[in-house]
């Protein structure tokens, strides 16, 4: 059973533009919420992360948006460029128990137009 | 300060043969995770060790197993490939009970 939904699986931005990736989760367990960014060829990197205690996290273009109550949360990327072109996994994990594992989603690929 | 790495890069294995991959972790990190990314189920965990021992396992067959080194050095093996193997490897390396987990390049395993 997938427990994180991601959408869209792909996105086409002109630079400038806002790309906005959107993930659900079921389980109210999760309490971390990482962005991994993925280069072809390259392990996924670690954009940014929130915990459900605030509701928005900025760092230089990227914000991530948090909705507790409606199990969503966002990524927002402003004035996007041609170098943020690659793939975008949301991921979340529980803190809960002894060891924390990463469950992702499904990815989107985006693109952004020179 | 040097990050994940992963060795070897690539492999290329006949199925039913075996093959042990190796992840050392960024300096300091004591725990490991191994996941597996492939184009159809996406990037779903294997498990995690933390000091030596593993603390969680995903719903992989139990062909695929690990184990971790007083160094933090972990290793994952794979018994009797199938084609369905064929996957990229990711090590991801944490501080103890830290949340950040930051992955190598991984592993790029092609069974043939």
């Known amino acids: 059973q997938q427990q994180v939904k991601q959408s869209p699986q792909s996105l086409i931005v002109q630079k400038g533009g806002i790309s906005i990736i959107n993930c659900a989760y079921e389980?109210?367990?999760?309490?971390?919420f990482p962005w991994y960014q993925q280069f072809p060829g390259k392990g996924p990197a670690l954009l940014i992360a929130?915990?459900?205690?605030?509701s928005e996290k900025k760092e230089g273009r990227f914000t991530i948006s948090f909705n507790k109550s409606a199990k969503q949360f966002s990524l927002h990327i402003m004035d996007s460029q041609p170098g943020d072109s690659a793939t975008y996994f949301c991921?979340?994990?529980?803190?809960?128990?002894?060891?924390?594992?990463?469950?992702f989603g499904s990815g989107t690929q985006l693109t952004v137009l020179p | 300060k040097a990050g994940v790495t992963q060795t070897p890069r690539y492999l290329i294995k006949t199925r039913g043969q075996q093959v042990t991959l190796s992840c050392s972790p960024i300096?300091?990190?004591?725990?490991v995770s191994w996941y597996q990314q492939t184009p159809g189920q996406g990037l779903q965990f294997l498990f995690e060790?933390?000091?030596?021992?593993?603390?969680n396992k995903g719903n992989f067959p139990g062909r695929f197993s690990g184990r971790q080194f007083s160094n933090s050095r972990s290793e994952m093996n794979v018994s009797t490939l199938e084609l369905g193997d064929s996957a990229l490897y990711l090590c991801?390396?944490?501080?103890?009970?830290?949340?950040?987990?930051?992955f190598g390049q991984g592993t790029r395993l092609t069974v043939v």
């Open positions: 991801a390396s944490s501080l103890a009970e830290a949340t950040e987990a930051f």
């Open positions: 389980n109210t367990a999760f309490d971390y």
């Open positions: 929130i915990r459900p205690d605030v």
């Open positions: 991921a979340a994990s529980s803190s809960s128990g002894s060891a924390r594992q990463l469950t």
């Open positions: 300096s300091g990190h004591r725990s």
């Open positions: 060790y933390f000091s030596e021992t593993q603390r």
